[in-house]
């Protein structure tokens, strides 16, 4: 059985909506940690941050990356997932990691039309407010992005291109 690819980046870029077309294209399974960290919490992720905060928040999100050792196929996971403990260190010893990369405006533009409450990273902010947190967070998390074994260009890399890379 082969190793696992991990999806990462920044919220909005992708992991989602590309692991299942990626996973579908290699006829591999797709796995989406937030969604099973949903499952495990049992009630949102916007709620569970408002009871335990990120902290809270960060500890569940690595115990499901633990779990995902021994699975194969694509897994997308959350944005912030490679940025606490050794979590990036722990993708990259067990999986193929790859980026999915954007620009902190590209970001803004997609961040801008998806529900920001229902990411609660992004503390509720919109417009102007929301590119400078982009600006900021994305400078932040970068160094642990940027240690992925491949970095994509999400915007400029064709599926069928990304399909390629990964066989
Ligand atoms: C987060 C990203 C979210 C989710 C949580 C925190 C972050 O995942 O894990 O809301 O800190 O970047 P997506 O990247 O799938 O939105």
Not at 9 to 31: R, V
Not at 66 to 80: F, H
Not at 126 to 151: C, M, Q, T, V, W
């Amino acid at each position: 059985m082969g190793k696992p690819i991990f999806l990462i980046g920044f919220m909005g870029s992708g992991k989602t909506t590309w692991g299942k077309k990626l996973a579908n294209a290699l006829e591999i399974p797709f796995i989406d940690m937030d969604h099973e960290i949903v499952e495990k919490i049992g009630m949102s992720i916007p709620e569970y941050f408002s009871l335990h905060g990120d902290e809270g928040f960060r500890k569940i999100e690595r115990e499901v990356m633990l779990d995902q050792a021994e699975r194969t196929g694509i897994i997308s996971t959350g944005g912030g997932t490679p940025c606490y403990f050794d979590n990036m260190q722990w993708l990259i010893d067990h999986g193929t990691v790859l980026y999915l990369k954007h620009s902190p405006k590209s970001l803004w533009n997609r961040l801008s039309q998806s529900d920001v409450n229902k990411r609660p990273a992004l503390k509720g902010f919109s417009g102007e407010e929301l590119l400078s947190f982009i600006e900021e967070k994305l400078n932040e998390r970068a160094p642990f992005y940027d240690r992925a074994h491949i970095h994509v260009d999400q915007i400029n890399t064709p599926l069928e291109k990304l399909v390629e890379i990964i066989e």
